[in-house]
């Protein structure tokens, strides 16, 4: 089969899930919630066949398109449609008593769901093709790619060993510019993103999705913080400005995670002049999208850590909520006094999302390059986003990270992670450790 074909099947086949999970979600969410469900369910059974049944026979097998759909075919080949379906029942059953359970503030409402969640994710990550040391590498390796799978040990211990919350002075100011709507639209305005092809839906949750180039789908919260509606911002104009591709629909999507978390981690964190960031002032937050500057990977740091463990069965289902507090304590001092302040505060895990919390903190480091690299700091709004897109978007998925990267001039990725540490060290001295690094806490 020519590749060309396999390409638009593929498509065909992710936009009518995307379509129908956004009509059972927001169109029609209660009536019919158990059909639609079987008939999303039935449709990614079909396109699993799909992939088994025909992958093998496509001709090509040098292109970028080749290689990833290749990792998809790795992941899908060993997988039981019984099991695909379970997965698919528990994530449906899991997120809706998850909402429930934050409305509550009561984890014990969402628990049950949850663990059966976490065990077929553990049998579906166990028989996953992709190689790897062990089943959590071998889903790093499906989630954020090679390249950074490999340095995802390096990148957790240099933040744990700089990082400290030791000594450190909270800032006073916890209190977040929320926007209206409205404001949230001129403000993307502002920052050059065209609104006519995005759907505004509220939700309990920030989030967008690109169903084709010219229809983007965002969630946001009735009231939405400045840096949350920023973030997502950011995910926007990556989507809006990654290259548009004639040849292949595979391009279309943004299938770097980590690039497209790295723009939207920009936006929020990093270019602005008014974040908490660049103003070296701390948030006492045990809420990770509350925490506007370098504590968030902190934050990133407990997820990573049980989710790890989690996968790799080496800590039990019911341990998770007693792991985070308790971690939590450990890294910033003070207690988590609730479950919304805890382990339900994301969504990811909840909706069966395993493997992209590490995101975050490769993606944080990413920005922090490539701010430097692109002098982002001496640039007015349409200057970031020209640089940006000639740099970055304008490769889309046509290029890995490592190509993009390399483009760039960074020969040694861990080499400049370490150097832009170093310098936000000499720049905001509170969180940094200065005495001899600890090595109790290295990651394994
Ligand atoms: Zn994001």
Not at 1 to 14: L, S, T
């Amino acid at each position: 089969m020519n590749i060309h074909e396999y390409d638009k099947r593929i498509h065909w086949f992710n936009m009518q899930l995307n379509i129908l999970k956004w009509d059972r979600d927001f169109i029609s969410p209660v009536e019919d919630e158990y059909k639609k469900n079987e008939l999303i369910n039935a449709i990614a059974i079909e396109k699993h066949k799909y992939i088994i049944n025909n992958f093998g026979t496509v001709f090509e097998e040098n292109s970028h398109a080749y290689r990833i759909f290749y990792k998809d075919y790795l992941y899908s080949v060993g997988l039981p449609d019984e099991l695909e379906n379970e997965i698919s029942n528990a994530v449906n059953k899991c997120y809706k008593y998850y909402k429930i359970a934050k409305e509550n503030n009561d984890f014990s409402l969402v628990e049950n769901d949850f663990y059966k969640l976490i065990c077929l994710k553990r049998e579906e990550i166990g028989i996953i093709n992709v190689q790897g040391e062990d089943n959590y590498d071998k889903l790093m390796r499906y989630c954020c790619g090679d390249y950074f799978a490999e340095k995802l040990d390096f990148i957790m211990n240099t933040i744990l060993k700089s990082i400290t919350t030791q000594n450190i002075r909270y800032s006073e100011k916890t209190d977040f510019k929320m926007l209206s709507i409205e404001e949230m639209k001129l403000l993307y305005q502002n920052y050059g993103i065209n609104l006519e092809t995005i759907v505004f839906q509220e939700d309990i949750n920030n989030s967008c999705l690109q169903l084709t180039q010219n229809d983007c789908r965002m969630t946001y919260q009735s009231h939405v913080k400045i840096n949350a509606a920023k973030h997502e911002m950011g995910h926007i104009l990556y989507m809006q400005n990654i290259l548009k591709n004639e040849e292949y629909y595979v391009y279309n999507q943004p299938l770097s995670s980590v690039f497209d978390e790295a723009i939207a981690l920009l936006y929020e964190l990093i270019i602005d002049n008014e974040s908490y960031f660049q103003n070296e002032q701390y948030t006492r937050t045990p809420i990770r999208i509350e925490c506007t500057d370098i504590l968030r990977l902190l934050h990133i740091i407990i997820r990573y850590e049980i989710e790890r463990d989690i996968i790799n069965d080496k800590i039990g289902v019911e341990e998770i909520k007693t792991r985070w507090n308790e971690r939590f304590y450990e890294l910033f001092g003070y207690e988590v006094t609730s479950d919304n302040e805890g382990i339900l505060q994301d969504p990811h895990w909840f909706c069966g999302n395993f493997g992209y919390f590490p995101i975050y903190n490769v993606a944080f480091a990413v920005a922090l390059i490539i701010y430097k690299i692109l002098e982002l700091n001496t640039a007015n709004k349409n200057q970031i986003l020209l640089k940006l897109k000639k740099h970055i978007l304008s490769f889309g998925a046509s290029k890995t990270e490592e190509e993009i990267l390399l483009k760039l001039g960074v020969t040694d990725f861990c080499r400049d992670l370490e150097n832009v540490f170093e310098e936000l060290k000499n720049k905001h001295g509170g969180c940094f450790y200065t005495a001899n690094l600890n090595n109790e806490n290295e990651l394994s």
